[in-house]
């Protein structure tokens, strides 16, 4: 899958016509009936970047998404992953409607596994906590992702269930240096979403 | 099929006597404390292989946990007699079965491996076929042949990355690890000079042959076979031949054969004691299939059952088909006896019951869960459901 | 037929790096005037190189990288240390074998996403529109540890990449190649970068692609020296 990608890629490089990042003003956006405020600007990257996004999810980020990046994935239905396979026997485990905190927390740990590959990667998640989005009942959870060959990842998630529909955001940045720099805004964004 | 089954039984005999010839000759090619000789390709390649020996050092993966280690070294030594101190043994979080050894003597092990393995009898002899492959320079001759074939440079990062895995995604490089795969020669030198290794160890070497059925039934128990394969099953070939032949060669060779209990005691300490680390990581690749399988040869082998318990709930509940919640709050339940309750299990049980929205019995579950677990990390949110109103 | 290969070569693969080639950006210039006040004997520090190759063919590497010996290695210091005398630059080159802090490991792992980072979005077409052309990458203030360590007020990094096969580095290889920085169907991504220790701010950079082995002879690795340090803040 990387090879055929790769060579796309590479095809692509020769086209005028190039994916680029956009910048996102600082306010409100509604994506698929999540609502995210924000008093900075962000840059969207463009869905080439992030091939193992889902339709519909987004990537914003300062300084680049190795160092820092808030990912909001809406919308989610019963039976649906948090993230596209990009193999068939990737086993991503996908989301229930009657699924409890612990789960999503599960769920989201599993996932992110998969996304940066089983093997090379150890995501633990830790103090799983209920917050208030809004008019509904959510939760937060704190990450940690060692991966193989980088740096550390810190980060936390944020997530609720509206019409058995899961709403998550999370937030990575590298250490040291790039997860402080951002908690505080990410903080804001992620409490601070609405649906 | 008579006529067939007849020809199989020939070669079986005449492959005994072959092995039984080979085995009487087989010697470590290179003697304790080796170091290389060749100046242009060796000198090389000791340089890549130091280099990746520091890598493996400020990896994130690299368990450093003493009680582990120390465990996986003392074994490692016993195999190795003499070649101990060329050794440097390395414990990689990775929950795949996999280990091997460079050119330079540093063995790597996968905590997949230690999970799957029964004691530390079928450990040692992992470590010893490994071990076997060190002393007959089989990968330092593969890496060479391919070196030669390749013109390149770039054949012994390869051979290591491959083999060493801690920077290759699992699962992937089928193509090339067919490349790097021992030849079956090498493979049944590996298996006779392991075993030649654990026996003056003291081992015992019927262990080889269990091993090796292990990996074949848990690639069977698998839902997606092959397509995900093992890196070890496809760098060691021919498993199902090459346990043939050991069933026939090993009680024909080692004839006083008695199983040290020490050895697969201390291999269910080691598993009681990390078994939450080394199941979780079993659980997050969500193989159902497989994880079954782990879990009733731990059954099998006398690992505490509430830990093994809490597991089975942890698959079920995970795995979620028909009747499998009720399966998960069984197991749980059964995960909290005695003096030692698995205190997640309490955890997991209130959720069960929240979900099936019986709150009293949740928060029952929820305040045990305290009790047990007082410093718990998601307090939090077990407090938030403890003052919840039954709507 | 995708093969990995791995290996963490020392100084010689930096100098193979910081060989420039046609293709090597020149925004360096831009960094150099980051520099308001520059030590008036800076003290630099050679950071451990960060290289790993990743093939894309079987056999499709020109270059062994077996061949490059010690002799290569030791071409390099003996260059580096004759240059920074000359130009009464202090460096400092600790043992190339050393077994690192963690403290220089965790920077060491920042800064290969961090140079990757620049490489993508200030050299490369992937601009950050809020950055507005702006140059503010850095590794933070913790490196001061280092320069307390070592006594040093810059560190010079190196970091080389070819084609990546994780699905979480993904971005590396694939940005690289949209970036259109400068990869040639080698696939290569290489970049060193001088650190103000003080700060952490990454006060020069430079996007190289792989050498062809100038390091095996004296003069290459001299005139090497020379093209690195050219653009380099003096005192």
């Avoid at chain 1, 306010?27 to 405020?37: F, P």
């Avoid at chain 1, 269930?161 to 940045?173: E, N, R, S, T």
């Avoid at chain 2, 012994?156 to 801690?166: C, E, K, N, P, S």
Wanted: with cysteine; aromatic share 8%; hydrophobic share 40%.
């Amino acid at each position: 899958m990387n090879k055929v990608l790769f060579s796309i890629i590479l095809s692509l490089s020769t086209v005028a016509c190039m994916p680029a990042y956009v910048a996102v003003a600082p306010g409100n956006i509604n994506y698929d009936g999540l609502i995210i405020k924000t008093d900075q600007a962000w840059n969207l990257a463009p869905t080439i970047s992030t091939p193992s996004a889902r339709k519909g999810s987004k990537v914003w980020t300062q300084d680049g998404i190795l160092l820092d990046r808030i990912m909001i994935i809406p919308a989610v239905a019963d039976g649906e992953s948090l993230f596209t396979t990009t193999s068939k026997d990737q086993a991503l485990p996908a989301f229930k409607a009657d699924m409890l905190p612990n789960e999503i927390e599960e769920l989201t740990e599993s996932s992110l596994v998969k996304l940066f590959k089983e093997g090379e990667v150890v995501v633990q998640t830790s103090n799983l906590r209920p917050h208030r989005f809004g008019e509904h009942n959510g939760l937060l959870f704190d990450m940690n992702v060692a991966v193989s060959d980088g740096p550390n990842y810190r980060g936390i998630t944020g997530a609720l269930v509206v019409d058995k529909k899961l709403y998550l955001i999370f937030f990575l940045g590298a250490e040291p240096y790039y997860y402080r720099k951002h908690i505080d805004e990410a903080l804001v964004i992620i409490k601070g979403a609405r649906v | 099929m008579r006529h067939q089954l007849r020809i199989c039984f020939l070669l079986l005999i005449l492959t005994c006597r072959a092995i039984a010839a080979v085995e009487f000759d087989l010697e470590p090619k290179i003697p304790p404390g080796y170091q290389p000789v060749d100046a242009n390709t060796e000198k090389g390649i000791w340089a890549e292989l130091h280099d990746y020996e520091r890598e493996i050092q400020n990896s994130a993966l690299l368990v450093t946990d003493r009680e582990i280690n120390q465990y996986v070294r003392n074994a490692a030594c016993r195999v190795a007699g003499d070649y101990c101190s060329d050794l440097r043994i390395y414990i990689i979080r990775n929950p795949y079965f996999n280990a091997s050894m460079t050119a330079n003597g540093v063995m790597q092990v996968w905590t997949g491996l230690l999970v799957r393995v029964s004691s530390e009898d079928e450990l040692a002899a992992i470590l010893g076929h490994e071990l076997a492959h060190y002393t007959q320079l089989h990968t330092l001759e593969r890496m060479r042949s391919l070196k030669n074939s390749m013109s390149t440079g770039a054949v012994f990062d390869l051979g290591l990355a491959l083999l060493t895995g801690v920077s290759v995604p699992v699962g992937q490089f089928a193509a090339v690890l067919n490349v790097l795969a021992y030849s079956r020669e090498q493979e049944q030198e590996a298996d006779l000079l392991g075993i030649k290794f654990m026996a003056a160890a003291g081992y015992d070497p019927s262990a080889t042959i269990r091993v090796w059925k292990a990996v074949i039934e848990e690639e069977e128990n698998a839902a997606v076979k092959n397509r995900a394969p093992g890196i070890f099953s496809k760098t060691h070939p021919g498993a199902d031949e090459r346990v043939e032949i050991l069933e026939s060669f090993v009680p024909q060779q080692y004839t006083n054969l008695t199983p040290d209990p020490q050895g697969r005691q201390k291999h269910v300490d080691m598993l009681n004691r990390y078994y939450m680390m080394l199941m979780e990581d079993q659980i997050d690749t969500n193989r159902h299939g497989r994880t079954e399988a782990m879990l009733r040869n731990h059954q099998a082998i006398g690992v505490d059952s509430n830990l093994i318990n809490f597991f089975w709930g942890e698959m079920y509940r995970q795995r979620n088909l028909e009747g499998d919640l009720d399966k998960a709050r069984k197991s749980y339940k059964l995960a909290t006896r005695g003096d030692k309750p698995v205190a997640e299990a309490y955890r997991n049980l209130g959720y069960i019951h929240l979900k099936e929205r019986s709150l009293p019995e949740a928060k029952h579950y929820f305040r045990k869960f305290l009790e047990v677990q007082p410093d718990a990390d998601d307090r939090a949110m077990i407090e938030f459901y403890l003052q919840e109103k039954q709507p | 037929m995708i093969l990995t290969i791995t290996r963490n070569n020392l100084i010689p693969g930096a100098l193979s790096l910081l060989l420039l080639s046609a293709c090597a950006a020149t925004s360096n210039v831009k960094q150099v005037d980051r520099l308001d006040a520059v030590e008036e004997d800076p003290v630099i520090l050679i950071m451990t190189p960060d290289v790993k190759y990743y093939l894309l063919t079987a056999g499709g590497v020109s270059e062994p990288h077996a061949e490059w010996t010690e002799a290569a290695r030791k071409n390099f210091s003996t260059a580096l240390q004759e240059y920074a005398k000359e130009r009464n630059i202090k460096i400092i080159t600790p043992p190339i074998d050393r077994q690192l802090d963690d403290t220089e490991v965790m920077y060491q792992k920042l800064y290969s996403a961090v140079g990757t980072s620049i490489l993508i979005h200030h050299f490369g077409m992937m601009k950050l529109p809020t950055k507005q052309g702006s140059f503010d990458w850095s590794l933070g203030q913790g490196t001061q540890a280092i320069a307390d360590k070592y006594g040093a007020d810059y560190a010079l990094f190196s970091y080389y990449r070819d084609y990546q096969a994780s699905e979480g580095r993904v971005a590396f290889a694939v940005l690289a190649a949209v970036a259109g920085v400068g990869i040639s169907t080698g696939h290569e991504a290489g970049f060193a970068s001088l650190v103000d220790l003080r700060t952490g701010d990454i006060v020069w950079f430079n996007q190289v692609t792989i050498g062809s082995g100038e390091l095996r002879h004296e003069d290459g690795a001299r005139a090497t020296i020379d093209v690195l340090f050219e653009n380099m803040p003096e005192g």
